[in-house]
């Protein structure tokens, strides 16, 4: 009977392992699906419907600069939601090396306490 428990435990573990590291592969791609995305929106932008205006002078120089500010203010949303995924996949695996190295702790995410000034 002790080995069948054993076994269910090693089971469970084992899938509870293998989801979360389904889930952060499937970030990934996902993030990676849409940086692709945004690189073929800007190349298109810029190959069918930026060249097709032939635009010269100053319409041309806002039309640079308004496809320079969208392109990096349509970058800055995918790159956070990036980094969001890479910090959430850092801070998961941190906290469990954390509860392997310190399993007697009560707390297991690291507070650095705030310094209260210096006092007389």
């Known amino acids: 009977m002790g080995n069948s428990s054993s076994t269910n435990g090693f089971v469970k573990d084992l899938v509870g392992k293998l989801q979360t590291l389904l889930l952060e592969i ?4 996902l993030d990676a699906f849409f940086l692709a995305l945004w ?5 298109a932008l810029n190959k ?7 635009l010269s002078g100053i319409s041309q120089w806002v039309l640079v600069t308004f496809q320079i500010v969208f392109s990096i203010s349509t ?24 509860l392997e ?3 007697n702790e009560d707390s297991n995410i690291a ?3 705030q310094s209260q000034g210096e006092t007389k």
């Open 75 to 98: 970058l800055v949303v995918v790159l956070s939601y990036v980094i969001l995924d890479i910090t959430t996949i850092v801070t998961k695996n941190w906290r469990k090396i954390k």
């Open 48 to 54: 069918y419907v930026i060249k097709a205006l032939e």
């Open 39 to 43: 690189v073929l929106v800007e190349w």
């Open 26 to 29: 499937t970030s990934i791609i």
């Open 101 to 103: 190295v310190f399993p």
């Open 111 to 113: 507070v650095v306490p």
